[in-house]
Protein backbone atom coordinates (compact mmCIF):
# COMPACT_ATOMS: atom_id res chain seq x y z
CA UNK A 1 0.00 0.00 0.00
CA UNK A 2 1.33 3.32 -0.71
CA UNK A 3 0.18 6.51 1.13
CA UNK A 4 0.51 9.85 1.24
CA UNK A 5 -1.20 12.96 2.80
CA UNK A 6 -0.85 16.38 1.45
CA UNK A 7 -2.77 19.98 2.44
CA UNK A 8 -3.57 22.75 0.15
CA UNK A 9 -4.51 26.29 1.11
CA UNK A 10 -7.97 27.85 -0.59
CA UNK A 11 -6.93 31.12 -2.73
CA UNK A 12 -9.01 34.36 -3.62
CA UNK A 13 -8.66 35.62 -7.27
CA UNK A 14 -7.55 39.18 -7.68
CA UNK A 15 -8.04 39.04 -11.13
CA UNK A 16 -10.80 36.03 -12.16
CA UNK A 17 -11.41 32.92 -13.52
CA UNK A 18 -14.37 32.69 -15.70
CA UNK A 19 -15.28 30.82 -18.52
CA UNK A 20 -13.24 28.06 -20.14
CA UNK A 21 -11.99 27.68 -23.84
CA UNK A 22 -11.81 23.90 -23.53
CA UNK A 23 -14.00 22.81 -21.09
CA UNK A 24 -12.61 19.38 -20.50
CA UNK A 25 -9.14 20.13 -20.23
CA UNK A 26 -10.13 23.38 -18.06
CA UNK A 27 -8.42 25.45 -20.12
CA UNK A 28 -9.30 29.71 -19.18
CA UNK A 29 -10.35 31.97 -21.92
CA UNK A 30 -8.12 34.60 -19.43
CA UNK A 31 -5.40 34.39 -16.86
CA UNK A 32 -5.95 34.90 -13.25
CA UNK A 33 -4.38 35.98 -10.13
CA UNK A 34 -4.58 35.09 -6.75
CA UNK A 35 -3.40 34.90 -2.58
CA UNK A 36 -3.43 31.61 -0.65
CA UNK A 37 -5.47 32.19 2.11
CA UNK A 38 -3.14 31.02 5.03
CA UNK A 39 -5.98 28.81 7.75
CA UNK A 40 -8.48 27.63 5.31
CA UNK A 41 -6.80 24.38 3.93
CA UNK A 42 -7.30 20.83 2.93
CA UNK A 43 -5.82 17.98 4.34
CA UNK A 44 -6.42 15.00 2.17
CA UNK A 45 -4.73 11.25 2.81
CA UNK A 46 -4.63 8.81 -0.48
CA UNK A 47 -3.29 5.45 0.27
CA UNK A 48 -3.57 2.78 -3.23
CA UNK A 49 -4.53 -0.88 -1.95
CA UNK A 50 -4.81 -3.84 -3.92
CA UNK A 51 -7.40 -4.81 -2.01
CA UNK A 52 -10.03 -2.64 -2.93
CA UNK A 53 -12.75 -3.13 -5.76
CA UNK A 54 -13.18 0.67 -6.13
CA UNK A 55 -12.07 3.67 -5.01
CA UNK A 56 -13.62 5.11 -1.36
CA UNK A 57 -13.98 8.77 -1.09
CA UNK A 58 -14.33 10.29 2.32
CA UNK A 59 -15.01 14.09 2.50
CA UNK A 60 -15.46 15.68 6.10
CA UNK A 61 -15.95 12.45 7.46
CA UNK A 62 -18.33 11.15 5.43
CA UNK A 63 -18.77 8.74 2.50
CA UNK A 64 -18.67 10.83 -0.96
CA UNK A 65 -21.02 9.71 -4.09
CA UNK A 66 -22.61 10.79 -6.92
CA UNK A 67 -21.13 13.79 -8.43
CA UNK A 68 -18.77 15.06 -6.16
CA UNK A 69 -17.31 10.81 -6.10
CA UNK A 70 -16.79 10.86 -9.96
CA UNK A 71 -15.41 14.15 -9.84
CA UNK A 72 -12.50 12.79 -7.30
CA UNK A 73 -12.86 9.15 -9.16
CA UNK A 74 -11.99 10.91 -12.63
CA UNK A 75 -8.80 12.69 -10.99
CA UNK A 76 -7.52 9.78 -9.50
CA UNK A 77 -7.93 8.08 -13.25
CA UNK A 78 -5.67 10.88 -14.71
CA UNK A 79 -2.97 10.02 -12.14
CA UNK A 80 -3.43 6.21 -12.10
CA UNK A 81 -2.84 6.51 -16.25
CA UNK A 82 0.08 8.87 -15.89
CA UNK A 83 1.55 6.28 -13.21
CA UNK A 84 0.54 3.01 -15.43
CA UNK A 85 -1.61 2.21 -12.03
CA UNK A 86 -4.95 0.34 -11.88
CA UNK A 87 -4.86 -0.25 -8.25
CA UNK A 88 -8.20 1.88 -6.43
CA UNK A 89 -7.35 4.68 -3.91
CA UNK A 90 -9.08 5.42 -0.58
CA UNK A 91 -9.19 8.90 -0.09
CA UNK A 92 -9.52 10.99 3.12
CA UNK A 93 -10.45 15.08 2.57
CA UNK A 94 -11.09 17.07 5.51
CA UNK A 95 -11.46 21.21 5.44
CA UNK A 96 -10.19 23.35 8.49
CA UNK A 97 -13.01 25.68 7.39
CA UNK A 98 -16.54 25.55 7.76
CA UNK A 99 -17.79 23.73 4.77
CA UNK A 100 -20.62 25.28 3.05
CA UNK A 101 -19.20 28.35 4.19
CA UNK A 102 -19.21 29.63 0.28
CA UNK A 103 -15.67 29.34 0.27
CA UNK A 104 -14.09 27.36 -2.35
CA UNK A 105 -13.00 23.85 -1.16
CA UNK A 106 -12.62 22.81 -4.61
CA UNK A 107 -9.11 24.43 -4.95
CA UNK A 108 -7.95 23.80 -1.85
CA UNK A 109 -9.41 19.99 -2.55
CA UNK A 110 -8.12 19.35 -5.68
CA UNK A 111 -4.33 20.83 -4.93
CA UNK A 112 -4.39 18.55 -1.77
CA UNK A 113 -5.30 15.56 -3.81
CA UNK A 114 -3.05 16.27 -6.51
CA UNK A 115 0.09 16.23 -4.44
CA UNK A 116 -0.91 13.27 -2.22
CA UNK A 117 -2.25 11.12 -5.18
CA UNK A 118 1.04 12.01 -7.39
CA UNK A 119 3.05 10.97 -4.74
CA UNK A 120 1.24 8.08 -3.20
CA UNK A 121 1.76 6.72 -7.29
CA UNK A 122 5.31 7.45 -6.80
CA UNK A 123 4.84 9.83 -9.00
CA UNK A 124 7.74 12.78 -9.43
CA UNK A 125 6.60 15.64 -11.10
CA UNK A 126 7.78 19.28 -11.83
CA UNK A 127 5.82 21.95 -9.40
CA UNK A 128 4.26 23.16 -12.87
CA UNK A 129 3.34 19.79 -13.99
CA UNK A 130 1.60 19.38 -10.44
CA UNK A 131 -0.20 22.75 -10.84
CA UNK A 132 -1.68 21.85 -14.57
CA UNK A 133 -2.45 18.42 -13.35
CA UNK A 134 -4.86 20.49 -10.31
CA UNK A 135 -6.13 22.30 -12.77
CA UNK A 136 -8.14 19.85 -14.49
CA UNK A 137 -9.77 19.06 -11.07
CA UNK A 138 -10.20 22.55 -10.70
CA UNK A 139 -9.46 25.68 -12.40
CA UNK A 140 -8.54 27.52 -9.28
CA UNK A 141 -6.56 24.56 -7.84
CA UNK A 142 -3.97 25.27 -10.69
CA UNK A 143 -3.38 28.28 -8.13
CA UNK A 144 -3.11 26.73 -4.65
CA UNK A 145 -0.03 24.42 -5.72
CA UNK A 146 2.28 27.47 -5.88
CA UNK A 147 2.77 29.57 -2.76
CA UNK A 148 1.81 33.09 -1.88
CA UNK A 149 0.63 35.43 -4.55
CA UNK A 150 0.20 32.98 -7.96
CA UNK A 151 -0.73 33.89 -11.38
CA UNK A 152 -2.21 31.07 -13.54
CA UNK A 153 -0.87 31.27 -17.07
CA UNK A 154 -3.60 30.19 -20.10
CA UNK A 155 -1.25 28.33 -21.66
CA UNK A 156 -0.89 28.00 -25.54
CA UNK A 157 -0.70 24.31 -26.23
CA UNK A 158 -4.14 22.34 -26.88
CA UNK A 159 -3.09 19.28 -24.50
CA UNK A 160 -2.59 22.47 -21.51
CA UNK A 161 0.84 21.36 -20.21
CA UNK A 162 1.87 25.29 -20.58
CA UNK A 163 -1.27 26.47 -18.68
CA UNK A 164 -0.35 26.34 -15.06
CA UNK A 165 0.18 28.58 -11.96
CA UNK A 166 3.42 30.12 -10.74
CA UNK A 167 4.30 32.09 -7.58
CA UNK A 168 4.53 35.83 -8.31
CA UNK A 169 5.70 36.75 -4.37
CA UNK A 170 5.73 34.55 -1.22
CA UNK A 171 3.17 35.16 1.39
CA UNK A 172 5.56 37.42 3.35
CA UNK A 173 5.77 40.02 0.55
CA UNK A 174 2.83 42.01 1.31
CA UNK A 175 0.95 42.07 4.42
CA UNK A 176 -3.00 41.70 2.71
CA UNK A 177 -5.30 40.24 5.37
CA UNK A 178 -8.98 38.90 3.42
CA UNK A 179 -11.27 39.71 6.10
CA UNK A 180 -14.13 37.56 4.10
CA UNK A 181 -18.12 38.54 5.45
CA UNK A 182 -19.61 35.20 4.81
CA UNK A 183 -23.12 35.73 4.91
CA UNK A 184 -24.45 32.69 3.47
CA UNK A 185 -23.60 28.77 4.79
CA UNK A 186 -25.94 27.46 2.13
CA UNK A 187 -25.00 25.63 -1.01
CA UNK A 188 -24.58 27.67 -4.37
CA UNK A 189 -27.46 27.80 -6.39
CA UNK A 190 -25.07 27.00 -9.18
CA UNK A 191 -21.60 26.07 -8.79
CA UNK A 192 -18.58 27.56 -10.68
CA UNK A 193 -18.35 24.46 -12.96
CA UNK A 194 -21.55 25.14 -14.78
CA UNK A 195 -21.56 28.88 -14.46
CA UNK A 196 -18.12 28.39 -16.86
CA UNK A 197 -20.30 27.37 -18.86
CA UNK A 198 -22.46 29.79 -19.16
CA UNK A 199 -20.18 32.47 -19.77
CA UNK A 200 -20.56 32.67 -23.02
CA UNK A 201 -24.38 32.99 -23.44
CA UNK A 202 -23.63 36.63 -21.59
CA UNK A 203 -22.88 39.36 -24.79
CA UNK A 204 -20.41 41.26 -21.95
CA UNK A 205 -17.83 37.51 -21.50
CA UNK A 206 -15.82 39.09 -24.55
CA UNK A 207 -15.28 42.04 -23.44
CA UNK A 208 -14.36 40.93 -20.12
CA UNK A 209 -11.71 38.30 -21.68
CA UNK A 210 -10.34 41.04 -23.84
CA UNK A 211 -9.73 42.75 -20.87
CA UNK A 212 -8.21 40.90 -18.51
CA UNK A 213 -4.75 41.11 -19.50
CA UNK A 214 -4.30 44.80 -19.05
CA UNK A 215 -5.98 44.19 -15.71
CA UNK A 216 -3.73 41.08 -14.38
CA UNK A 217 -1.04 43.66 -15.53
CA UNK A 218 -2.23 46.57 -13.57
CA UNK A 219 -2.79 44.35 -10.56
CA UNK A 220 0.20 42.47 -10.71
CA UNK A 221 1.95 45.75 -11.16
CA UNK A 222 0.14 47.11 -7.98
CA UNK A 223 0.99 44.22 -6.34
CA UNK A 224 4.79 44.06 -6.83
CA UNK A 225 4.76 47.81 -5.61
CA UNK A 226 2.16 46.94 -2.97
CA UNK A 227 0.49 50.36 -4.61
CA UNK A 228 -2.87 49.52 -2.61
CA UNK A 229 -4.98 52.07 -4.26
CA UNK A 230 -3.91 51.22 -7.51
CA UNK A 231 -4.60 47.36 -6.44
CA UNK A 232 -8.06 48.32 -4.69
CA UNK A 233 -9.50 49.63 -8.21
CA UNK A 234 -8.31 46.78 -10.47
CA UNK A 235 -9.35 44.03 -8.02
CA UNK A 236 -13.04 45.49 -8.01
CA UNK A 237 -12.76 46.35 -11.34
CA UNK A 238 -11.87 42.37 -11.91
CA UNK A 239 -15.49 41.65 -9.48
CA UNK A 240 -17.69 43.87 -11.15
CA UNK A 241 -16.91 42.54 -14.60
CA UNK A 242 -17.41 38.91 -13.79
CA UNK A 243 -20.34 39.57 -12.00
CA UNK A 244 -21.43 41.76 -15.13
CA UNK A 245 -21.04 38.77 -16.89
CA UNK A 246 -22.66 36.22 -14.58
CA UNK A 247 -26.01 38.48 -14.11
CA UNK A 248 -26.58 38.77 -18.09
CA UNK A 249 -25.91 34.62 -18.59
CA UNK A 250 -28.87 32.46 -19.82
CA UNK A 251 -29.84 31.89 -17.62
CA UNK A 252 -28.78 34.66 -15.32
CA UNK A 253 -26.55 33.87 -12.04
CA UNK A 254 -27.27 36.41 -9.57
CA UNK A 255 -25.42 35.52 -6.50
CA UNK A 256 -25.62 38.85 -4.59
CA UNK A 257 -27.82 38.98 -1.68
CA UNK A 258 -28.63 42.69 0.22
CA UNK A 259 -26.15 42.67 2.50
CA UNK A 260 -23.27 41.59 -0.58
CA UNK A 261 -24.70 45.16 -1.99
CA UNK A 262 -24.83 46.84 1.07
CA UNK A 263 -20.74 45.95 1.74
CA UNK A 264 -20.02 46.92 -1.62
CA UNK A 265 -21.51 50.10 -1.43
CA UNK A 266 -19.94 50.76 1.91
CA UNK A 267 -16.15 49.58 0.84
CA UNK A 268 -15.27 52.05 -1.57
CA UNK A 269 -16.58 54.82 0.99
CA UNK A 270 -14.19 53.16 3.61
CA UNK A 271 -11.66 53.68 1.15
CA UNK A 272 -12.56 57.15 0.01
CA UNK A 273 -12.42 58.40 3.37
CA UNK A 274 -8.70 56.85 4.20
CA UNK A 275 -9.27 53.19 5.25
CA UNK A 276 -7.32 50.82 2.93
CA UNK A 277 -9.67 48.10 1.98
CA UNK A 278 -11.24 46.97 -1.04
CA UNK A 279 -13.85 44.09 -2.32
CA UNK A 280 -14.01 41.20 -4.53
CA UNK A 281 -16.68 38.61 -4.55
CA UNK A 282 -16.59 35.11 -5.83
CA UNK A 283 -19.60 32.80 -6.93
CA UNK A 284 -22.07 33.25 -3.79
CA UNK A 285 -22.83 36.49 -1.66
CA UNK A 286 -19.86 36.40 0.32
CA UNK A 287 -17.63 39.40 0.46
CA UNK A 288 -13.67 39.48 0.51
CA UNK A 289 -12.51 42.64 2.07
CA UNK A 290 -8.96 42.90 1.07
CA UNK A 291 -7.03 45.13 3.55
CA UNK A 292 -3.76 45.48 4.99
CA UNK A 293 -2.82 43.65 8.81
CA UNK A 294 -2.71 47.08 10.64
CA UNK A 295 -6.44 47.61 9.48
CA UNK A 296 -8.20 43.98 10.11
CA UNK A 297 -9.59 44.57 13.42
CA UNK A 298 -11.29 48.11 12.16
CA UNK A 299 -12.60 46.31 8.87
CA UNK A 300 -13.93 43.94 11.14
CA UNK A 301 -15.98 46.63 13.23
CA UNK A 302 -17.36 48.30 10.06
CA UNK A 303 -18.50 44.75 8.79
CA UNK A 304 -19.98 43.75 11.85
CA UNK A 305 -21.65 47.36 12.31
CA UNK A 306 -23.46 46.71 8.88
CA UNK A 307 -24.88 43.32 9.99
CA UNK A 308 -22.30 40.96 9.46
CA UNK A 309 -22.31 37.89 12.18
CA UNK A 310 -19.73 35.46 10.57
CA UNK A 311 -16.11 37.00 9.73
CA UNK A 312 -12.99 34.64 9.22
CA UNK A 313 -9.69 35.91 8.76
CA UNK A 314 -7.13 34.47 6.37
CA UNK A 315 -3.58 36.23 5.44
CA UNK A 316 -0.82 35.01 2.73
CA UNK A 317 -0.52 31.34 2.71
CA UNK A 318 2.23 28.68 1.60
CA UNK A 319 2.27 26.38 -1.12
CA UNK A 320 0.42 22.46 -0.84
CA UNK A 321 2.73 20.23 0.24
CA UNK A 322 3.66 16.35 1.71
CA UNK A 323 2.77 16.94 5.61
CA UNK A 324 4.77 13.80 7.56
CA UNK A 325 2.75 14.42 10.65
CA UNK A 326 -0.48 15.45 11.19
C1 LIG B 1 -15.50 32.73 -9.28
O1 LIG B 1 -12.08 26.79 -10.13
O2 LIG B 1 -14.20 26.72 -8.78
O3 LIG B 1 -13.97 31.55 -7.88
O4 LIG B 1 -12.76 24.61 -12.51
O5 LIG B 1 -15.19 24.26 -12.41
O6 LIG B 1 -13.80 23.88 -10.35
P1 LIG B 1 -13.98 24.66 -11.63
O7 LIG B 1 -14.24 26.16 -11.22
P2 LIG B 1 -13.53 26.99 -10.08
O8 LIG B 1 -13.91 28.49 -10.56
C2 LIG B 1 -13.51 29.58 -9.81
C3 LIG B 1 -14.38 30.73 -10.11
C4 LIG B 1 -14.20 31.93 -9.21
C5 LIG B 1 -13.09 32.85 -9.72
C6 LIG B 1 -11.67 32.40 -9.46
O9 LIG B 1 -11.39 31.77 -8.42
O10 LIG B 1 -10.82 32.75 -10.29
Redesign the pocket.
Known amino acids: MQTATAEALS?I?FI???GNRDQAL?LPQNP?L?MNLAGLKTVTTVAFDAALPHDLISINGSVATGAAAARVVRHLDLVRSMARLTVRARVDSRNTFPSGAGI?S??SGFAALTVAATSAAGLELSPEALSALARRG????SRSVPGGFTEWQMGGSPTGDDSFAVSIAPPEYWDLVDVIAVLSAAHKAT???E??GLADTSPFQAARVAGAPARLTACRAALLSRDFSAFATVVEDDAVA?HAVMMTSRPPLLYWQPLTVAIIHAVPAWRADGLPVCFTI??GPNVHCLTLSTHVAEVERRLRALGVADILIAPPGGPASIIRDF
Do not use: I, L, Q, V
Open positions: NAKYWRSSASASGSAGSTGHMDA
